[in-house]
């Protein structure tokens, strides 16, 4: 079974540039987050989706971020523009509806504002 | 909102060696969970934990859940670099179907 997949893996952009990241679940995973993980700190969660509908994005800064998942499957993550702040490693998890809350990550892309 | 809190913050064992890592929570643990980051990786699961005084095994590592407490503890037994890494405790905040994570602690492994 395939993982969670994310690209790109790194990204480095100046600030109040754009940035999109992309992020494929573990197939028939309902269930989708995005966290954003600030060196030498835990994962702090971004937005989660329900298939394609938003069941929480209360910690998402709506100002600069953005995330879509059109069709229920795959999802982007945006900021624009990007602040120094942003820099961080940011991770997409899956989980299935009926399969407990267990969470499986991807490999996370690593973002660098300068 | 809950919060949790991980000691140590960093532990450097020489291999062959023991180790504990606790994981105390703000408020009600609903479901406890235990994952390992390598430097520039996603998380891998280890495992989740319920019921208080649930422990489970995965190879060398033993998790314990003590819900009196609000705390749960990763024991490695006996050590190797392998094990090294940022281990992170993750609750079910409030049964709601998301995870809020401690800090981490970061293991290093010595030969």
């Known amino acids: 079974e395939a993982g969670v997949a994310q690209s790109p893996r790194y990204k480095i952009i100046e600030k109040r540039q754009s940035v999109a990241f992309w992020c494929n679940p573990i197939?028939?995973?309902?269930?989708l987050y995005w966290y954003q993980q600030i060196l030498g700190q835990g994962p702090k969660l971004l937005i989660q989706?329900?298939?394609?509908?938003?069941?929480?994005d209360s910690q998402l800064p709506k100002d600069r971020f953005s995330a879509e998942r059109l069709k229920g499957v795959d999802s982007t993550l945006k900021i624009q523009p990007a602040k120094l702040e942003d820099s961080a490693v940011y991770l997409c998890?899956?989980?299935?509806?009926?399969?407990?809350?267990?969470?499986?990550f991807g490999p996370g892309t690593r973002l660098t504002v300068l | 909102s809950q919060e949790l809190e991980q000691s140590p913050q960093s532990l450097i064992v020489q291999e062959g060696k023991n180790l504990t890592i606790n994981c105390t929570s703000s408020?009600?643990?609903?479901?406890l969970y235990w994952y390992k980051q390598k430097y520039g990786e996603g998380l891998i699961f280890l495992m989740m934990?319920?019921?208080?005084?649930e422990e489970k095994s995965h190879e060398k590592i033993t998790a314990k859940l003590d819900e009196k407490k609000q705390q749960s503890s990763l024991h490695i037994t006996a050590s190797q670099p392998s094990h090294a890494g940022i281990y992170l405790c993750?609750?079910?905040?409030?049964?709601?179907?998301?995870?809020?994570f401690g800090t981490g602690t970061r293991l290093l492994v010595s030969p």
């Open positions: 998890a899956s989980s299935p509806w009926r399969g407990g809350i267990t969470q499986y």
């Open positions: 197939s028939g995973h309902a269930t």
């Open positions: 989706f329900q298939n394609n509908g938003v069941v929480d």
């Open positions: 408020k009600t643990l609903y479901g």
């Open positions: 934990l319920q019921k208080g005084g």
């Open positions: 993750g609750a079910d905040e409030e049964g709601f179907q998301k995870l809020v």
